[in-house]
């Protein structure tokens, strides 16, 4: 696999993690008062912050599939979290928390749904 072919893969993931994840996020914020082009805005912010580190740099800190999406998905859901809570302290951090859990438990769903019927990510 060249070093595009991995770009290309994270491009697409990231593309479909954004889909699921944004409008969750955006949605909810909304709840919390937060205009609809910032909650869309901190989302597009909150990928763009974890999904790289996530697709580059963890796995090769950590072995095993299991372990990787265990404590990969962990760590971004917290910085998220942390990241929405900070953006819009109305929101609190426990439903900030709660925000980011839904949204990447949406997001890695889908991602292993694509998986299986066959998307290269």
Known sequence: MTELDLVL???AAFVTTAAVE????????RRAS???PRGVGLAVLAQFATHPM???????VLTGRTVYVVVGEATVTAMEA???ALAAPALGFRRAALVS????GASVAAGELLRALGAPF
Request: aromatic share 18%; hydrophobic share 80%; no cysteine.
């Open 9 to 11: 893969q994270w491009f």
């Open 22 to 29: 944004v409008p969750i996020a955006a949605l909810a914020l």
């Open 34 to 36: 937060v205009a609809v």
């Open 54 to 60: 996530l697709w580059f740099i963890l796995p090769t």
């Open 82 to 84: 942390a990241l929405y």
């Open 101 to 104: 859990i839904v949204a990447n």
